[in-house]
């Protein structure tokens, strides 16, 4: 794992600085007049709250954890724990982690880990996908790879692709979503790139996972190009169903292009399919 990064720690009480910053004593009184029945919770105030995390001291947010574990309303805590372990992630993934694995409730414990794992990710993609893969074979680890995997997509889908089938050859290891992150986040930065590689997995079921991605992706880019290569696939279930998400989503942004674009397909079942979606 790697060092503890470090920060200026000033006191706690000490003077709010310019530019939005909180004292600890702030950030405890903010959460303390939250309630689990306030609806701006999930709104302006959770985002204020974020941006207040991001300015702290690396050294006051385990104690911000303690004192929201102490005090916190029920779903305040249940919420800001993981808002919490991902801003403790950033700067000590091992001391974020070795809270996650004192956490009581095993459900709440291995959504913890798993979010201090994928946050690691973003930054040190290795070393959280070793610390990931010490873990027993069972839910949590599967549950590690996979945000491992979708943290490194964003940034390297081909190491991302290698490392999901090095680890974890089939999709349901690490859920079914895993193939569907890696090509989604490779469509929108290189869909040819994207549609080889998916040709070359090798299960229809992986190649339909990153099919769907890739024409959701890629249709938020060029609705044009992804429908006219969706209806290039061979003919099938597959086909059917990325092109039909593909012209959904082109229908909600622009009715009448998506409609042009059916109109000038030849009559048959393909047609009288894309016109159903649309």
């Not at 895993?178 to 090798?202: H, I, N, P």
């Given at each position: 794992?790697?060092?503890?990064?470090?920060?200026?720690?000033?006191?706690?009480?000490a003077?709010?600085?310019?530019?939005?910053?909180?004292?600890?004593?702030?950030?405890?009184?903010?959460?303390?007049?939250?309630?689990?029945?306030?609806?701006?919770?999930?709104?302006?105030?959770?985002?204020?709250?974020?941006?207040?995390?991001?300015?702290?001291?690396?050294?006051?947010?385990?104690?911000?954890?303690?004192f929201?574990?102490?005090?916190?309303?029920?779903?305040?805590?249940?919420?800001?724990?993981?808002?919490?372990?991902?801003?403790?992630?950033?700067?000590?993934?091992?001391?974020?982690?070795?809270?996650?694995?004192?956490?009581?409730?095993?459900?709440?414990?291995?959504?913890?880990?798993?979010?201090?794992?994928?946050?690691?990710a973003?930054?040190?993609?290795?070393?959280?996908?070793?610390?990931?893969?010490?873990?027993?074979?069972?839910?949590?680890?599967?549950?590690?790879?996979?945000?491992?995997?979708?943290?490194?997509?964003?940034?390297?889908?081909?190491?991302?692709?290698?490392?999901l089938?090095?680890?974890?050859?089939?999709?349901r290891?690490?859920?079914?979503?895993?193939?569907?992150?890696?090509?989604?986040?490779?469509?929108?930065?290189?869909?040819?790139?994207?549609?080889?590689?998916?040709?070359?997995?090798?299960?229809?079921?992986?190649?339909?996972?990153?099919?769907?991605?890739?024409?959701?992706?890629?249709?938020?880019?060029?609705?044009?190009?992804?429908a006219?290569?969706?209806?290039?696939?061979?003919?099938?279930?597959?086909?059917?169903?990325?092109?039909?998400?593909?012209?959904?989503?082109?229908?909600?942004?622009?009715?009448?292009?998506?409609?042009?674009?059916?109109?000038?397909?030849?009559?048959?079942?393909?047609?009288?399919?894309?016109?159903?979606?649309?």
């Amino acid at each position: 794992l790697p060092a503890k990064k470090t920060s200026a720690q000033p006191g706690a009480n000490a003077q709010s600085s310019a530019g939005g910053k909180l004292t600890l004593d702030q950030m405890e009184e903010k959460i303390r007049a939250l309630r689990s029945a306030d609806a701006r919770f999930m709104g302006g105030t959770r985002r204020d709250l974020w941006k207040s995390l991001l300015l702290m001291d690396a050294g006051d947010v385990p104690k911000l954890v303690a004192f929201v574990d102490a005090n916190g309303a029920p779903q305040v805590r249940h919420t800001l724990r993981y808002t919490l372990l991902q801003r403790w992630a950033d700067d000590d993934p091992q001391a974020a982690l070795a809270y996650a694995d004192k956490v009581a409730n095993r459900q709440e414990r291995e959504t913890a880990i798993s979010t201090v794992i994928s946050t690691w990710a973003t930054t040190e993609p290795e070393a959280a996908s070793a610390w990931a893969q010490q873990l027993p074979t069972g839910r949590l680890r599967n549950q590690g790879m996979g945000g491992v995997v979708s943290a490194m997509a964003a940034t390297d889908p081909q190491g991302a692709l290698d490392l999901l089938e090095k680890t974890g050859p089939t999709s349901r290891q690490f859920g079914n979503g895993s193939y569907y992150s890696v090509f989604s986040s490779w469509a929108a930065k290189d869909a040819a790139a994207a549609v080889t590689a998916a040709g070359k997995l090798a299960t229809d079921q992986q190649r339909s996972q990153a099919y769907q991605a890739i024409g959701s992706s890629w249709e938020a880019d060029d609705p044009a190009a992804a429908a006219q290569w969706a209806g290039s696939l061979p003919n099938g279930n597959t086909k059917r169903s990325v092109l039909a998400t593909i012209l959904a989503q082109w229908t909600l942004n622009d009715s009448k292009a998506s409609l042009a674009w059916v109109q000038q397909m030849p009559a048959g079942a393909a047609k009288r399919d894309a016109l159903s979606s649309i």
